[in-house]
């Protein structure tokens, strides 16, 4: 009994697949996803590379025993869990050739072999959270993250000169030829030295070293959540391949007194009945520091859940600088039960209320019968209080290692 099934149901596999039965998963499922088949396709790109995460686990018969024993929890001491070959140099040492798809197969999909570039380390991900206020008004966030640099002592060679040698294995390329025999034919093909780990040197330095780096993230008036800052150039490094990038991923904080609708604001104001009807003034904070006047007119007489609006006072459009609208609506809070005893002020209202438009008479015929109404209890079951059972079920949904700190 394994522990985990996760890299198996990846390749569409059981746990007791053999290792042809693997090869054949891999090889189907690679093809399939391969980013130069899937171009412009995230999703594709990211089911390319957990295939070719899982084969390499589950292809070598001591990291399988390990991940079937203890799971992934099991790899993350160094057997393979974090790091690993990179989804494209797995393809070419299966398939043969460089990592597009034409290599391999003599050509098969025509043309869409290209040279891959120099390696480049893993970019670094972060989110950046920032308030309302921050956005409508703009700002520069200081945020600080460690990152591996490039040891400046042995600028990269792991000790004193001369201490790193050359791998034999591969004659200081840190890739091997290798062949193999595939019926009547032989396949030529290259895969990453075993002997170096593809760095074309054996050394037992680390040749990197932690730094710290501030980083200024510029957040744009009006920006959006989701938007992404990058710093090129500026994540981890190491010996023969490029610097990583840095990505922030800038996410609006909710808001205490505004729901943020693109441009658009919406702000929920509660006044009393008598504003309501015989008008006054209000005032809502804005998200830099002014008081907004907002006059209701004598009369205007504002219902429950009216929305009005103000033009111009919402968000500052992204680069634009143009202003949306703010949104009011409007919860009008009635008197208390038994707010007055004295008759004449019913009267009163009765005099200086319209007349109700409709009558609501019983026919003259009809029996009548009294009734009194009584207060709810909202803990009873009924329109009154909590919903029955079945409309309960009714509505029902269907349904890294970084550390930054502002500075």
Not at 158 to 168: D, I, L, S, T, W
Not at 191 to 202: A, H, L, M, R, S
Not at 215 to 226: A, I, N, P, T
Not at 318 to 326: I, K, Q
Request: net charge negative; charged share 25%; with cysteine.
């Amino acid at each position: 009994m394994v522990k985990e099934t996760k890299y198996y149901d990846i390749l569409g596999v059981s746990a007791t697949a053999t290792e042809q039965e693997l090869k054949k998963a891999y090889k189907t499922g690679a093809l399939k996803h391969h980013p130069d088949k899937n171009q412009n396709n995230p999703a594709a790109e990211q089911k390319f590379k957990e295939i070719s995460h899982a084969y390499e686990i589950l292809s070598d018969s001591q990291k399988r025993q390990i991940y079937d024993q203890y799971g992934e929890a099991g790899l993350e001491g160094g057997a393979g869990g974090g790091g690993g070959m990179a989804a494209e140099d797995l393809f070419a040492q299966f398939f043969g050739g460089g990592g597009g798809l034409g290599g391999g197969f003599g050509g098969m999909f025509g043309g869409m072999n290209h040279q891959r570039g120099p390696s480049k380390a893993k970019t670094i991900h972060h989110v950046h959270n920032v308030s309302l206020e921050d956005i409508y008004r703009g700002k520069v966030s200081k945020l600080a993250l460690q990152r591996s640099i490039i040891c400046p002592k042995c600028e990269g060679r792991g000790g004193k000169e001369g201490a790193v040698r050359k791998c034999q294995g591969c004659d200081g390329h840190g890739m091997k030829t290798m062949m193999r025999q595939m019926g009547p034919m032989i396949q030529r093909f290259q895969t990453v030295c075993p002997d170096c780990n593809g760095e074309g040197e054996i050394c037992f330095g680390k040749k990197t070293v932690v730094d710290r780096k501030v980083l200024h993230v510029h957040v744009d008036r009006g920006v959006k959540s989701g938007t992404k800052v990058e710093f090129r150039g500026e994540g981890d490094q190491a010996p023969g391949i490029l610097a990583g990038d840095v990505v922030f991923q800038i996410e609006q904080k909710p808001h205490a007194r505004f729901t943020r609708r693109d441009d658009d604001l919406l702000y929920h104001a509660d006044i009393d009945l008598v504003t309501a009807l015989a008008g006054g003034t209000i005032y809502v904070e804005h998200l830099d520091e002014r008081w907004l006047s907002v006059d209701i007119l004598p009369g205007e007489a504002i219902a429950p859940g009216t929305v009005k609006m103000i033009r111009g006072q919402g968000m500052p459009s992204y680069r634009h600088h143009d202003y949306g609208n703010m949104y009011i609506q409007f919860n009008v809070k009635f008197p208390e039960k038994n707010w007055t005893q004295d008759p004449a002020a019913f009267e009163a209202l009765r005099k200086f209320l319209p007349s109700p438009e409709v009558v609501n008479t019983a026919p003259t015929e009809a029996m009548t019968e009294p009734a009194d109404l009584e207060d709810v209890d909202n803990s009873s079951k009924g329109f009154g209080g909590a919903m029955d059972e079945d409309d309960e079920h009714d509505h029902e949904p269907h349904g890294e290692r970084v550390q930054c700190a502002s500075q």
